[in-house]
């Protein structure tokens, strides 16, 4: 098993930046891909970003259009988001999730965090 436990979320003012990291443990030699999504309030969890374990990068380039920057540590077992130039739009719980695979581009992932409130106010 993986456990993922997500930090770094907070209150921001529009414009504004904030950074999640998500810490991997446990059976980490496991972990591939990883990833980020969002689920804003009354909607569905959406895709934000995915890296592979060597540095590969996808996003879902509708909501976050070279704003968001993810980055890992495989040293650290550690996945980051960079979020730039945020918007009320952007507020939701942000989720950190891990693969067994190698793919970059994945229909589901194996584990999931409890996520992290990001707020950002107009």
């Known amino acids: 098993q993986v456990q993922l436990v997500e930090s770094g979320g907070g209150l921001v003012q529009a414009g504004g930046s904030l950074r999640l990291s998500c810490a991997a443990s446990?059976?980490?030699?496991?972990?591939?891909?990883m990833g980020w999504f969002r689920q804003a309030p009354g909607k569905e969890r959406v895709f934000v970003a995915a890296i592979s374990w060597r540095g590969g990068t996808a996003y879902n380039e509708d909501s976050v259009k070279g704003r968001f920057t993810i980055s890992r540590d495989n040293t650290k077992n550690t996945v980051y988001l960079q979020m730039n130039s945020l918007k009320p739009d952007d507020t939701a719980v942000y989720y950190c999730?891990?693969?067994?695979?190698?793919?970059?581009?994945?229909?589901?992932?194996?584990?999931w965090g409890q996520g992290t409130q990001v707020t950002v106010s107009s």
């Open positions: 999730a891990a693969s067994r695979s190698s793919k970059l581009i994945l229909t589901e992932y194996d584990y």
């Open positions: 446990g059976r980490t030699f496991s972990v591939g891909t």
